[in-house]
């Protein structure tokens, strides 16, 4: 593939139809402009959840216990849960980077459905514009947690219809986007780029898209349900009614681990991508890695009910859900076996992006093994509804989703922006950023396995060193993001004009102008090689 010389072309940032500004913006169908709107909407939102999550923290720290009410920390716990599920993790790299470089990967113009891809946004801001509204409005702030369990959200006086209604919403745009990428993979590849020819990160977001279609369906029917019976006390999830609480559990998490992968298979394509670049070598294990991908999305949909092994279901669906859990991390650990595998005698050139993708695997993989874990039933019933569960949660989520989007922002950001950031103050921001982390989360897998309850506004005193451990190292974990932040803020007005391939990559996208042309190629390419065919002089 050689690069292309487009030099003087407008760029998608240009306004180049009768509308201008913020209205250009906002009627656009280019897919790299819809992937902006994303960006800048679910980074807005992250820094909200940061701040509420700063918050809580602070509650737990002992001299601040009585800084707000236990009323006004149920709430801060539930709006923290839906922002950062529903409206950052759920979302994040497909909807972002996923819009702006799947066409751009496969050698397609735009996605199949333009218009249906920013209706999707549309359905973003219209779901989140409800989640904020839930605040404000009717009795008081939604108290059930992100997960609305019944029997109390069917009891609780506060606003959670609204917010239901506003994770219903969302539904829709995740499942918008799931059929505009299925789509725009089979039908828009370009010549010569067979399904094994494809970038992983391609294979990742093509494998997400059938969970996002597939399982979303079943969320949307089940918080429709909430709302009918906190309405007509129609008696499907209310015991006092002859309903069964424990169906509202099944049919979340039918949904709701499923999603745990559609928030982790895009991380795990984007640190695919990344590694080859970084160590000037193909993937090792292409096919593995790929079909890997499909293995979690499969298996995956399978495993619900190891959330619910403390709930009375039967020894064989205990043992049958324990084995399926085991099953599932096997494609993880190829993965992870890949990784390491590109990483062995690789010209390694240690740039920010890879340096945050190795932080990926490292985190992840203690995530991975506590959720192992918990895979296990003895330790399960132990751990159950503790700190334990949150360590590990946030390890996987935040630890692995989070650090890949960071890991992607500072890989492509030179491609999207135009710009050049800072190398030394990513380094800078790094260290706070990574032990803030595991003194934070780590913490509270040492605080869940003393017996720490989770979702506690108070606690007894002879968890106050781990919690006051905990709640410092948030200090350094936000301060950490905010010098991150500062610095790609700061490079976007005032950075060095990045180059059209600063980091020596071989997709299709490193072969365009930083930033991309309106509908990205002069030409369609013609693919005659993989996806990560480097010089032979590169690999020496």
Known sequence: MSALDMAGMPSYLE?????????????STDHKR???????????????GVGIGFMMRLVQLTPFANLITAKTYNALFTVHGVIMIFLFVVPGLPAAFGNFFLPILIGAKDVAFPRLNLASWYFYMSGAILAMLSLFTGPGAPDTGWTFYVPFSLHTGTNVSLAVFAAFVLGFSSMLTGINFITT???????????FR???FSWSIYATSWIQLLATPI????LVLVILERVFGIGIFDPAKGGDPLLYQHLFWIYSHPAVYIMILPAMGIISE????????????YKAIAFSSLSIAGVGSLVWAHHMFTSGLSQFAIMLFSLLTMIVAVPSAIKVFNWVSTLYKGSIDFQPPLLFALTFIFLFCIGGLTGVMQGAVAIDIQVHDTYFVVGHFHYVMFGGTGMAFFAALLYWFPKMTGRMYSKKAIYAAWFPLFIGFNTLYFTMLVLGWMGMPRRYFHHLPRFNTGHDIATVGSWFLVLGILMLFGTLIHALFKGEKAEGNPWGGVTLEWTLPSPPIAENFLE?????????????????
């Open 34 to 48: 819809v992937g902006i709107l994303y960006l800048v909407s679910m980074l807005s939102f992250f820094l909200v």
């Open 198 to 200: 494809m970038p992983l």
């Open 524 to 540: 369609i390419p013609t693919i005659t090689t993989g996806p990560y065919h480097f010089p032979q002089e590169d690999q020496a």
């Open 185 to 195: 993979i089979h039908r828009l590849r370009a010549p010569g780029m067979t399904w």
């Open 15 to 27: 306004n180049t139809g009768p509308r201008k500004g913020l209205a250009a913006w906002l009627t």
């Open 219 to 222: 969320l949307a029917i089940t």
């Open 274 to 285: 990344i590694l080859p670049t970084f160590t000037r070598r193909p993937i090792f294990g």
